[in-house]
């Protein structure tokens, strides 16, 4: 089937998101919307992201980021061909949200209907931006996820290794809290690890001694909030160096440790012989200059291509989901008014 344009819905987790992708087979795929409207301000008394609030304010906005997706991109559901929504995985008040508003929309307009994996919406991303061919490496690293996937075909997915405990932006967002910065923590800590010296604390690299592609970022906090109090204890304060240090310490474990892992993961997808090799990043922590660079390297290493998509597709958006969409539309695969919200889904 020549074009494809299809309307994307997320809302699993803090971000209401709709947007419009239109596809011409062979061509490059073009993002005509993209809206995303955040929570951050609503959660930021709670420390995290509180499900019930979430799920209402999903509830209100996504008919408007619907409605708004539409107009930008100058079309009526009438000109669509399909309808996507994140079924899972994420907070069930949200997910539920977005796939019934999904359903009233197919069914109202009489349109097919496709349920995306959130994680597959990430993974199939690099084929949003890069046209990237199959099979690559992928790194997820964000808030809420840290895994790498060999993705071999639009419904494809090997899960080579993940974080048995924090994701990674969990760990700079903690560490951002125990040092009276800034949410969210990774940008915070970011610009403050630029004045500091990342040799000063020797922060533990876990899971560096062990065989495969898991990692562990809940022990890097608890070293870094001990170096704290031990800073505390003898100065009664924190000195703006020390912070600094303590930023530019944790940084360099996090990066080391997310750098190793790649490598690891990189010579297990090389053994497949791919013509093109590529090792893309997705996730809010791919945002991280230091990390970005590290991993960089580590690509070059094994003459593999990397890919790194726009910050504004790296983190949650409905583009992702839109083309999740059109590539399972494009396999064959639809969804009925039996869709079922998810809140746990593997790839
Ligand atoms: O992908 P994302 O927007 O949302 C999900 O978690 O799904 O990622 C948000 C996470 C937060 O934990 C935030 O602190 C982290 O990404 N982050 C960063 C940076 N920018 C955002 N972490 C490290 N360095 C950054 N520059
Ligand atoms: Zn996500």
Known sequence: TKTLTVLGLESSCDDTAAAVVRHREGEAPEILSSVVAGQTALHADFGGVVPEIAARAHTEKLDLCVEEALSEAGLGLDELDAIAVTAGPGLIGGVLAGVMLAKGLAAGAGLPLIGVNHLAGHALT?????????????????????????????????????????????????????????????PSVEAEARNGDPRRFALPRPLLDRPGCDMSFSGLKTALLRERDKLLERDGGLHVQD??????????????????????????????????????????????MTIRSALDTVSAEFGATFLAPPLKLCTDNAAMIAWGGIEAFRAGRRDDMTLQARPRWPL
């Open 243 to 288: 912070r600094a240090d303590l930023c530019a310490s944790f940084q360099a474990a996090v990066s080391d440790v997310l750098a190793e892992k790649s490598r690891r993961a990189l010579a297990e997808y090389m053994t497949l012989s791919p013509v093109r090799p590529i090792f893309a990043v997705a996730g809010g922590v791919s945002a991280n």
């Open 126 to 186: 690099p084929r949003l931006t890069d046209e990237a061919t199959f099979p690559y490496l992928m790194l997820l690293v964000s808030g809420g996820h840290c895994q790498f996937l060999l993705v071999k075909g639009t419904d494809d997915f090997t899960r080579l290794g993940g974080t048995i405990d924090d994701a990674p932006g969990e760990a700079f967002d903690k560490t951002a809290k125990l040092l009276a910065l800034p949410q969210p923590g990774g």
